[in-house]
């Protein structure tokens, strides 16, 4: 049974930096597949942020964050990762690490992943 579990978020000011960290125990490391990143905000749908695909570590982003957000992977120690800087408030939820379906899926498609971490809170003030 594949768990994730993030670490990293907390609070900040506009203009600061956070690292999220996803942590897998049995990822089948061997599929082609999205290591993603969501955030939610309370009554919206999860919001696809950052995505990272094992075949060929191409990358991908929403427009809201590109040029700030960094998502990587450390393969061997089964976790990825998501370094966000120069935050603003409406950078501010729940953030998930998502581990998704064989194969290049919609990467913002929250219906495609299998596996969710539990979250962890991004506050950022003003």
């Known amino acids: 049974q594949l768990q994730l579990s993030e670490s990293g978020g907390g609070s900040v000011q506009a203009g600061g930096s956070l690292r999220l960290s996803c942590t897998s125990i049995?990822?089948?490391?061997?599929?082609?597949?999205?290591l993603s990143w969501f955030r939610q905000t309370p009554g919206n749908e999860r919001e696809g942020v950052a995505a990272?695909?094992?075949?060929?570590?191409?990358?991908e982003y929403s427009d809201s964050v590109k040029g700030r957000f960094t998502v990587s992977r450390d393969a061997p120690r089964r976790a990825w990762y998501l370094q966000m800087t120069n935050l603003q408030p409406e950078d501010s939820g729940v953030y998930y690490c998502a581990a998704g379906k064989f194969g290049r899926i919609n990467w913002d498609d929250a219906g495609m992943y299998d596996w969710w971490g539990q979250g962890t809170q991004v506050t950022v003030s003003s």
């Open positions: 990272l695909y094992t075949r060929d570590a191409s990358t």
């Open positions: 049995g990822l089948f490391s061997g599929a082609d597949r999205y």
